[in-house]
């Protein structure tokens, strides 16, 4: 258990749009009520979300920020498919102050729906490509629902886990890295906790805010900032650690983006910052999906993340 001293939300950055030339229609928001719209304006979009959580005993004097990662929103580190405690209330536990965003286009950062200001449509994600994606088992035997042996992803909880996909747009990144960014920089210096898409994301938005960064965890960020954006004043005032579940080399994808992986913490290293890979079975968490912050063994990956980020990213505690 753990008590709050404060907790509360904000939305942070966005810009402003300006529709012009298009007609007036009427609205029916109820068989009664209509409504003359007028879809010309000024606009006010791409704005994030953030929660925040401040435990009565605060162990550590930066806070957590954790960002998610595609077609998902903050909701994943709340509380796992199966009903278990997520990160959110383990590193509460662990006496860290804890930043939840949902990033632009997903969850209570709301959506933009101005023809033409975002390119594409919305996606969403099917349970046969998260199986495969989230590296449950192979695509072949998806249908038969054999998962890769000794996973520990509580399938028996998938249909929960697909409640939480949300629609996606392909188009939105540039407005996603300012988004964080303008987060960073209202919350201060912080250690950003980013997943999948949001390592991705998150790592362009830490390069160009270094002054707020005290550590980066990549929780298997899919993508990375290009070797030009890696300067020794980008990377060398917090370590990277850059992480991987299990079953990586039964999947192309995910051995290319560990490849590729690989290669950012070597170009980190090389700018004068640190860089440290670590595969989660090598530390005693075998089994780890893509979706490790809900696997049945969350709780002590969590304990684990907790000490790595006392142990190098800052003062220790507030004594």
């Known amino acids: 258990m753990y008590a709050l001293k404060d907790f509360g939300s904000f939305h942070v950055g966005g810009r402003s749009v300006t529709v012009t030339g298009r007609e007036t229609r009427l609205l029916h928001f109820t068989p009664e009520l209509t409504w003359q719209y007028d879809p010309n304006g000024d606009f006010l979009i791409e704005q994030v979300y953030v929660q925040y959580f401040i435990p ?6 930066h806070p957590l920020v954790l960002l998610h990662g595609g077609g998902l929103t903050g909701a994943c580190w709340e509380t796992t498919p199966d009903g278990r405690p997520g990160w959110l209330h383990d590193f509460l536990r662990q006496g860290f102050a804890v930043y939840v965003i949902d990033n632009v286009e997903r969850g209570r950062a709301g959506f933009c729906a101005l023809e033409g200001v975002w390119g594409g449509e919305p996606v969403m994600r099917t349970a046969a490509e998260a199986w495969e994606l989230f590296r449950f088992g192979r695509p072949e035997d998806f249908a038969a629902g054999k998962p890769f042996d000794g996973q520990r992803f509580p399938l028996e909880a998938m249909e929960s886990f697909q409640r939480q996909f949300v629609p996606r747009w392909t188009s939105t990144s540039e407005a996603q890295i300012r988004g ?19 390592g991705y994301l998150g790592s362009h938005a830490a390069l160009e805010a270094p002054d707020c960064m005290r550590g980066v965890v990549s929780a298997e960020g899919s993508g990375w900032p290009a070797q030009e954006r890696i300067s020794s004043e980008a990377v060398s ?41 670590v595969e989660l079975p090598d530390v005693g968490f075998p089994g780890a999906t893509h979706m490790f912050m809900m696997d049945a063994h969350s709780a002590g990956i969590s304990e684990w993340l907790g000490a790595w980020i006392r142990n190098n990213c800052g003062a220790k505690s507030l004594d």
Do not use: M
């Open 237 to 277: 005032g917090a370590p990277w650690l850059l992480l991987f579940g299990d079953f990586i080399d039964q999947s192309p994808r995910w051995s290319d983006a560990r490849r590729e992986t690989a290669a950012f913490g070597e170009q980190v290293q090389a700018a004068g910052g640190r860089a440290e890979l």
């Open 56 to 61: 009565a005993e605060q162990t550590f004097p």
């Open 180 to 198: 964080v960014g303008a987060a960073l920089r209202r919350i201060g210096p912080c250690v950003l906790v980013c997943h999948s898409q949001g």
